[in-house]
């Protein structure tokens, strides 16, 4: 069995995902990361599922009925 390639930087991809889902300010986050650019953080480095944009609609649709 051969283990997936893992380097140093697909854990800057996963930490940056992981933040940028748990709601860290986007301009916080690209300075954590150190680009220049928050398109670099947003567009390459932050990877999020068809899964997380569903939470995010329902969850959006639940407090406009709860308002």
């Known amino acids: 069995m051969q283990l997936p390639k893992i ?3 697909v854990y800057r991809h996963t930490f940056c995902s992981k933040m940028a889902k ?3 300010d986007p301009k ?3 300075y954590i990361m ?4 928050i398109g670099v ?3 390459t ?3 999020l599922s068809s899964n997380d944009a569903r939470e995010e ?3 959006i649709c639940v ?4 308002a």
Request: proline letters at 4%.
């Open 22 to 24: 748990s709601g860290m």
């Open 7 to 9: 380097t140093p930087h």
């Open 28 to 30: 916080t986050l690209q």
């Open 41 to 43: 953080t947003l567009n």
């Open 63 to 66: 407090n406009e009925k709860t």
């Open 45 to 47: 480095y932050t990877h």
């Open 57 to 59: 609609m329902t969850r």
């Open 34 to 37: 150190g680009h220049s650019d």
